[in-house]
């Protein structure tokens, strides 16, 4: 069994700044590509941000320069830096990571359960 577990939600101010934390746990074997999605009220998920097992990272143009996605591979968790935050980008942040798991030979992906993002203007 294996699960995302995503913390680091809440409240902010317009111009402010939170930061993602999503540790996975469970029956690892090994984590491949982690990622950063939102999801705004009525609206697709969207890909944020998103990293390589090698640390190789990629933003969604709205945010690059503003936010930052980092990795432990030590303690299985992926970060999000997030600055100069807007109102827009209310929304629940859902943690993905490509995985796979003691009991299988190929990856699966995995979403957690998601942390409430809400910008105040």
């Known amino acids: 069994q294996v699960q995302l577990v995503e913390s680091g939600g809440g409240l902010v101010q317009a111009g402010g700044s939170l930061r993602l934390f999503c540790a996975a746990s469970?029956?690892?074997?090994?984590?491949?590509?982690m990622g950063w999605y939102r999801q705004a009220p009525e609206k697709q998920r969207e890909l944020v941000a998103g990293?390589?097992?090698?640390?190789?990272?990629n933003y969604a143009d709205s945010v690059k320069g503003r936010f930052t996605i980092s990795r432990d591979n030590a303690k299985n968790t992926v970060y999000l830096q997030m600055h100069s935050l807007k109102p827009e980008e209310r929304a629940v942040y859902y943690c993905?990571?490509?995985?796979?798991?003691?009991?299988?030979?190929?990856?699966?992906?995995?979403w957690g359960q998601g942390t409430q993002v809400t910008v105040s203007s």
């Open positions: 469970g029956t690892i074997f090994s984590i491949h590509a």
């Open positions: 990293i390589t097992s090698g640390g190789s990272t």
């Open positions: 993905n990571a490509g995985i796979t798991s003691l009991e299988n030979t190929g990856a699966n992906g995995y």
